[in-house]
C-alpha cells in the first residue's frame, strides 16, 4: 500500500512544501494539494489544473504500473514506474 501525505512544511527544512511517498520526502513547488480518492487513486492540484494518479496494487496492476494524468497540460495518460516518478513528472514538467 502506497501511502502518501502532503504537508505545507515538510522535510528537515520546514520550510518547502513536500509530498511524502512511504516516508520519503519530495520537495514541491507545483503541487497545492493531492488526497485519496479511492483505492490506488489519487488526485490533486498543481499550478491551477488538476492531476489524477493511478497505479500500484490497489488499484489492480503491479506495484511498478502508475499512470498520471493532468488536465490541461497534457492530453492522456503518462506512463511511469513509481508514485515517485508521477510526482517528479507533474514537478519538472
Known amino acids: 500500500m502506497t501511502r ?7 522535510g528537515y527544512t520546514k520550510s518547502l512544501p513536500a509530498v511524502i511517498v512511504n516516508g520519503r520526502s519530495i520537495f ?8 485519496k480518492v479511492s483505492g490506488g487513486r ?10 489524477s494518479i493511478i497505479g500500484g496494487r490497489e488499484s489492480g496492476g503491479g ?10 497540460v497534457w492530453n492522456g495518460w ?14 519538472n514538467c
Open 63 to 72: 506495484s511498478r504500473e502508475w499512470l498520471v494524468s493532468w488536465d490541461g
Open 4 to 10: 502518501i501525505i502532503f504537508t505545507k512544511q515538510g
Open 42 to 51: 489519487w488526485a490533486g492540484v498543481a499550478g491551477y489544473s488538476s492531476f
Open 78 to 91: 503518462i506512463s511511469t514506474t513509481s508514485m515517485k516518478g508521477c510526482i517528479e513528472l507533474i514537478e
Open 28 to 35: 514541491v513547488s507545483r503541487i497545492t494539494s493531492i488526497y
